[in-house]
């Protein structure tokens, strides 16, 4: 009796150690290494700053971070399993929502920054406002943040696509383009945006005009909330010390960030002047009391891509967020 006791313990300890290797402890073990996907966005800046500052390790938190060319990429490494924790637009992460897994069941846990000018459409000289894109060669990527962008402003001129010459590229050659002449207006972002500017391009349309327009966010699956609450919520801290880091040391801040975006301090901090870095009080005030607005946009992307035939079905608000870190 005592040796089968015994080896009943044996057993349970084996069993444990299996269990634990799995990633399949309970929420409080932080003992795991978290892939965050991103691509090079000067919006990203909290995050780059945690990570050149050690704000990671000093929270307790072991991050690897991985770069893609885009936000969709970014996103779509979730599907596949090869990152955590995705850096994302929020239309992106409606969607790659609609590729999940059943299981993974991927949710929109933080939001980081939005856009206030950072994302525009540059257009060629002779080209005043959105209206005199009718019948114009226009860069943009078909299901992408800047793909939406375009309908928007579009629609706002009384414009649909079918009044353009849409050419698909991929997100990060839509302003290469534009500067090689081959377009003659393009959907880009910073640090493009600003080169194409740079460049004699002409900027008709921006998201300071509609600032609400683009938000970025981090999206993980709800296992990943299930088991690793405690790794997810020290993340964010450590973020938002990088966050706060740039508003209170931006010329050292300006420096990381120029690094990591190959650029200069001083034009990460023109960039910067079209984006807003969110502080955790204000995500808890949009995930929370001003969650009407988040729904409110997360339905116009649905729609959007959905009209397009690009997504099989709409998603809800209620299915995109997880508010763990503010119970």
Not at 35 to 60: C, H, P, Q, T
Request: aromatic share 6%; proline share 2%.
């Amino acid at each position: 009796m005592k040796k089968r006791n015994r080896l009943s313990l044996v057993l349970l300890v084996l069993v444990t150690m299996v269990v634990s290797a799995c990633g399949k402890t309970s929420s409080k073990s932080d003992d795991i290494t978290l892939r965050i996907s991103y691509n090079l966005w000067v919006g990203s800046a909290g995050l780059f700053i945690a990570d050149s500052k050690g704000y990671f390790d000093e929270a307790g938190v072991k991050v690897k971070l991985v770069e893609f060319a885009n936000p969709t990429e970014a996103t779509q490494a979730l599907l596949s399993n090869n990152v955590d924790i995705a850096s994302t637009t929020l239309d992106t992460a409606v969607m790659v929502k609609t590729n999940e897994l059943p299981k993974q069941d991927l949710r929109v846990f933080n939001l980081t920054d939005l856009s206030n000018g950072a994302d525009g459409i540059v257009a060629g000289k002779d080209i005043k406002s959105i209206k005199d894109l009718k019948g114009k060669n226009v860069a943009a990527t078909i299901g992408a943040v800047n793909h939406f962008l375009l309908d928007h402003a579009l629609k706002q001129a009384g414009l649909s696509e079918s009044d353009i010459n849409l050419s698909n590229v991929s997100p990060e050659q839509t302003g290469p383009l534009f500067l090689a002449n081959k377009v003659d207006a393009a959907v880009t972002w910073e640090p493009y945006l600003s080169e194409a500017l740079a460049n004699g391009g002409n900027l008709i349309f921006s998201t300071k005009e509609d600032p609400d327009l683009i938000i970025d966010g981090m999206m993980t699956s709800a296992d990943m909330i299930t088991d690793h609450e405690g790794a997810l919520r020290k993340v964010v801290a450590a973020i938002e010390k990088g966050t706060q880091f740039y508003y209170s040391n931006t010329d050292e801040a300006a420096k990381i960030v120029a690094m990591k975006l190959e650029t200069s301090a001083d034009e990460v901090k023109a960039m910067m002047d079209g984006v807003k870095l969110i502080q955790q009080d204000e995500v808890k005030s949009k995930m929370t009391d001003g969650m009407s607005s988040l729904e409110a946009r997360t339905q116009e992307y649905s729609k959007f891509f959905f009209e397009q035939k690009l997504i099989s079905k709409e998603i809800k608000a209620a299915d995109l967020f997880d508010t763990f870190l503010f119970k």
